[in-house]
Each structure stands twice: as C-alpha cells, then as structure tokens.
C-alpha cells in the first residue's frame, strides 16, 4: 500500500485515481490511470485529441462509469457510489464545459442562480446578492438579464465559470476554457482561473491542449497519450523532461507522416488492444 | 434462416426501443408522483409554461385542420346518405367519427409536427451542446427537470386539445349542413348532441392522454440519445417524427379495439 493508500485523511490528496479503467462501448479508452490531485493545487490535464483526456474528466464528475478502478473524493470512492451519494458531492464540485453549456432558454441570470434555486432554500434576496457577487467575480456585472446567445464565447465561458462558482464548490473542473477563444479573451480566461484559486484556494483540475495555458496555470501537469499517463509533475519538470513523447508534445511535432495504407490502418487500430473481444477482432 | 434471425432482431429491437419508452415513461412519472412526498416538488413552471407551448399556441393551426375535416367528413358521408335521401344523419356520422377517432387522431398528428419533433430537437441540441451533461453535474436529474414537465403538458393538454378539435370539426360539419343540408347551426349542433354518447367522447379522451403519453416518451427518448453533431439532432428529430405517427396509430389499435370489445359485452 502506497502513502494514499488511506485517501479519506483530510491532509491527503484531494482526489486520488487507482487503476482507472473506462470504456465507451466495447473500445476501451482509459488503460489504467492513477495520480494524486493535491488540495488547493491546479492540476492540469494535458493530450492530445483522442488521448482519452476529456473521458477522464468526464469520469472524475461522475458522467462516465469506470469498468474498473477507484476515484477517492472527499473519501467515497465515486466509482462505487449511490446516484444520491454522488449528487451530494456533485454539489461540491463545479464544471466548466467547452462551450459553457449554458441553458439557452434562461437568461444568465437564471443560468447562475440554477443550483442555487434548486439544493438551496435561500430566499430570492439571498440568491439575488450571491448571483451579483459570482458574476462580480467573473467581470460579467450588469449581464445577469442577458441571453446566453447574446454573448460572446469568451463571455459565454465566463457566465459559465459564474454558475460553476454558484454552490461555492471546493474543486473546481474545466474543460478546454481556451478553446475557440482568440488568444487575448483566452488570457482572460487563464487570469481568471488563476484569480479565483489564489481568492478562494479552490483545488482545479484544466483539461486542455494549449500549451502556453497550460503552463500558465499550472502547478502541476499530467500528459496522458492513448489512455495512459505518460508524465506527471511541476511546470519545470515537465519542461525539463527527456521522455519523448513529452518533447514531442511540448515541442510540438507532427506525428511521422502517413505514408503507407497499412501505417494508417495501424495507427487508427493501435489503441485498440488484442484480446478484448469482439472489438478486437473486428478490426483485425 | 437468415430471414428468421433478421426478423427475430428487429422484433427483440422494436421491444427493446418500447422497453426504453416506458423505462423513461416510469421515471418521469416517478417524478411526478412520487418524488413530491420526498421533498422533490414538480417544476409546475416548467409544466405550464411546457402547456402553453404545446397546447394554447397549437389552437391556431388545430381549429383550421379539424374545421376542414369536419367539413371533409360531411362532404364525404353525404356522398353516400344523400342516395338515401338521409342527407339529415350527416351530424351524427360527422359527431361519432370526430369524437371517437378523428378528432385524437388528428389532434395527434399536429403535436407531434409541432411538439413531439420539438421535444426531441430541443433535448438533442442540449445533449450536444453538453447542457444535459451540465445538469447531471449540478446533481439536477434531467428527466425531473426536462422530461416530466413535458409529460405533465402533454398528458394535460392533448385531451383539452381533442376537445377544441371535435368541436372544431363538428363546426366544419356544420358549415356544410346549413348550406346544403337544411339545418340551422342550432339545429345542427343539437343533432350533434343528440346522436353523441360520452362513451363516445370519453373513449376519445382516453386514447388522446395515451396518445400524449406516447409522444412524449418518443420525442424525449429520441432526443436524450442523439449522438454528437448538429447532423444527430435533424436525425433524432426525424425519428422522432415517424416513431410517434406509427406507435399512435399503433395505440389506436389497441384501444379501439379493445373498447370495442370492452363495449360489446
């Protein structure tokens, strides 16, 4: 048993993965994933398209059933939890999707005070103050009358953030918050998540592939490549580090280019392993 | 042999497909009756405004299609009845198939134009754009939030519809009887009244509320699995669309006949 080996201590890790193993249908995604997110760091997720690294988030919010593995979060393992158990820390946490997945038949307003109008039975006054302050808090005052199709995506993201913030949630999960974003209104996004851990000391996890993000938030980084983690660690050791797929990533260089049918037909097939069945025979 | 394993498979599909509507069925009305002892009360807001949506904006369209059925069915009935010189039985031949088949029916087929694709393009469009994902991490459950105001609409609403819809439709009847059968509107809605029974109208109410039932499930279920893409929702709301017409005429089977044999007894 390694040191997290007893994750429900309040000083260990915040979330802790072992083995994490999650398949869409038949083709599994995931091969076995385990890190440590610490409290109060920002953990970022790195990968490229189709490593696998916005199943794991989707799993670690409890959107995608593990096969197998353990994700221990505020000491219940998340993969063998009750629905009721699992909304009860679902209103411990806040999620920030890619294209905000704001609800286009409310206005911002209505979209932030959502979770609050549901789990809480604050009066309207209360919700009211809090709806003011969390939009105070993303630099939207003054848009809680807006439709979200009256916004920008960058504003749109930022409302997002705003709702996510709602339930004053301890953790705190992006999805890809610079995606379709030019790089300035991405800056935004990025200055905005580093305000609120420094205000609020929130554990976060950032999906994302942009590099300069990434290492602009990051206190830590994971790079996971075809459902596997690759590398883990600081900023500086991930720059620092020799392993070549890192490099590659981090340096950003094309994957050698598709020369042959048969290299192409083994490069769509290679993430799916013999011996797991019908998947695996129908591609052979 | 093939053909009995691919009628085999789409027989086990077609149960599978009617086990997911009424699994999804049971939830919503889960959430309707039971949850609100637990502490979970129905979003009657949702409800109504889903109401007023689904019902009082499809009176428009609803009037003018069973107002020209109704005129339809007297025009087609006195084909036949003016031979017997019995012009006089258009009432009660357009009354009976309004109110125990045509108005439900028809009432029916313009909700799903109007609601059931709208339900499930509604869903789909939210499914891509990861709002039913935003809900579930909220610890909001989608079909309590989504799915079973819009049951409670329809399941409300397709029976006050049927009901604009027969009258409607014996007002169309009407119209041809005054001007060429020798009735007055008076006289004509009273002959309407008279050869009706509220077996009649109540049968028709029934099979309206099964009707809406069936809508609902089909749309919502279509649109809670579309895929990813803008091209998924068309698709889903497409399918949608079809599985509703067939399952009501289906449903429609089943209740007439079974009040016909429930009413022979």
């Known amino acids: ?284 | 042999m093939e053909l009995a394993n691919q009628i085999g498979g789409s027989v086990t599909d077609g149960l599978a497909y009617l086990g997911a509507l009424a699994s999804l069925a049971g939830r919503a009305a889960y959430f309707a009756f039971v949850a609100p002892f637990t502490g979970k009360p129905v979003r009657v807001q949702r409800a109504i405004s889903q109401a007023m949506q689904v019902g009082v904006r499809a009176l428009p369209i609803l009037s003018l299609i069973t107002f020209f059925i109704g005129l339809i069915l007297a025009l087609q009935a006195a084909y036949e009845l003016r031979k017997f010189g019995a012009l006089n039985f258009v009432a009660s031949a357009v009354a009976i198939s309004m109110t125990r088949e045509l108005g439900p029916l028809i009432t029916a087929i313009v909700v799903i134009g109007r609601s059931g694709s709208a339900f499930a393009a509604e869903i789909g469009t939210m499914k891509v754009t990861e709002e039913i994902d935003a809900l579930e991490t909220m610890a909001i459950n989608p079909i309590h939030f989504l799915v079973t105001p819009k049951f409670l609409a329809m399941a409300v609403m397709l029976p006050c519809l049927t009901i604009w819809a027969n009258s409607m439709g014996i007002l169309g009847g009407a119209l041809f009887g005054v001007a060429q059968a020798d009735f007055t509107w008076a006289r004509y809605v009273q002959a309407s009244l008279d050869a009706l029974f509220l077996r009649d109208i109540v049968t028709g109410l029934i099979k309206s509320v099964m009707f809406g039932v069936t809508i609902t499930a089909v749309g919502c279920h279509e649109g809670l699995s579309t895929g990813a893409g803008a091209e998924q929702v068309g698709q889903a709301t497409t399918r949608a669309v079809v599985i509703s017409i067939f399952l009501v005429i289906f449903v429609d089977v089943i209740f007439t006949a079974l009040f016909f044999f429930v009413s022979a007894r």
């Open chain 1, 1 to 284: 048993m390694d040191q997290a080996g007893n994750p429900a201590v309040s000083s260990g890790p915040m979330i802790s993965l072992r083995n994490l193993r999650v398949s869409y249908g038949e083709r599994e995604i995931l091969h076995g994933i385990s890190f440590d997110v610490m409290r109060g760091e920002t953990l970022v997720i790195l990968g490229g398209s189709g490593s696998g690294k916005s199943t794991l988030l989707r799993t670690l919010v409890g959107l995608e059933k593990p096969d197998s593995g353990e994700i221990w979060l505020k000491g219940k393992n998340i993969a063998a939890i009750s629905g009721s158990e699992m909304d009860e820390i679902r209103k411990k946490i806040g999620m920030s999707f890619q294209g905000g997945a704001l609800f286009g038949s409310m206005t911002v307003g209505e979209n932030v005070a959502l979770p609050l109008r549901e789990h809480t039975k604050l009066e309207d006054s209360t919700i009211e103050i809090i709806l003011r302050l969390k939009l105070d808090q993303v630099g939207l005052s003054g848009y809680e009358n807006y439709m979200p199709s009256q916004l920008s995506g960058g504003m749109k993201k930022r409302a997002a953030v705003a709702r996510a913030l709602a339930m004053d949630p301890e953790i705190l999960f992006f999805d890809e918050p610079s995606a379709g974003l030019d790089p300035i209104i991405a800056a935004g996004v990025d200055e905005l998540i580093l305000e609120l851990k420094k205000a609020f000391h929130m554990t976060v996890i950032v999906v994302t592939h942009e590099l300069a993000s990434a290492f602009m938030i990051a206190d830590r980084m994971v790079l996971i490549d075809k459902g596997i983690v690759v590398a883990i660690g600081t900023t500086e050791e991930m720059r620092a580090s020799t392993h070549p797929r890192v490099r590659q990533f981090l340096d950003r260089i094309a994957e050698p280019e598709v020369s042959q049918e048969l290299d192409y037909l083994q490069m769509l097939t290679e993430d799916i392993r013999p011996g797991r069945g019908a998947a695996g025979k129908r591609s052979a």
